[in-house]
Nanobody, 127 residues
C-alpha cells in the first residue's frame, strides 16, 4: 500500500549538482525514517544517507559527506537528496526507502532495516 516514487535523476558532468526527490504515499510518512541507497553497475547496493522520522538526525556514507544533503518535507510527504560536486563514482541507480520504526530518532543504515522501496532513478556523472 505504501509506495515510493523517485524522480530527478539524469546526466550531469563531474562537478555538477542534482536533486533527487522521493514522494511517499500514505498518511504515516512522519513515522518513517527515510534513506537513500545506490547501486552502481556490477556493485552491491550501498547506503548513502538517512534522515530520522523526527528529521533531527541524519547520517551519511563517508563517500558523500560534505557533498550530499538529505532533507524531508512533511507537508509534501517527500524526501530529498541534494547532491553537489558530483563525481563519476556517484554514477548509480538511486533508491529511496522507508523504515517503519517506533524509534523516532533512529537513522538506520542497513538495507535490510527498510520496509518499503522505490523503483529507483538513474544518476550518471560524466568525466
Amino acid at each position: 500500500q505504501v509506495q515510493l516514487v523517485e524522480s530527478g535523476g539524469g546526466l550531469v558532468q563531474a562537478g555538477g549538482s542534482l536533486r533527487l526527490s522521493c514522494a511517499v504515499s500514505g498518511r504515516t510518512f512522519t513515522t518513517y525514517a527515510m534513506g537513500w541507497f545506490r547501486q552502481a553497475p556490477g556493485k552491491k547496493r550501498e547506503f548513502v544517507a538517512v534522515i530520522s522520522a523526527s528529521g533531527g538526525n541524519t547520517d551519511y556514507a563517508d563517500s558523500v559527506k560534505g557533498r550530499f544533503t538529505i532533507s524531508r518535507d512533511n507537508t509534501k510527504n517527500t524526501v530529498y537528496l541534494q547532491m553537489i560536486s558530483l563525481k563519476p563514482e556517484d554514477t548509480a541507480d538511486y533508491y529511496c526507502a522507508a523504515e517503519a520504526s517506533i524509534y523516532y530518532s533512529s537513522t538506520p543504515t542497513r538495507a535490510l532495516d527498510y520496509d518499503y522501496w522505490g523503483q529507483g532513478t538513474q544518476v550518471t556523472v560524466s568525466s
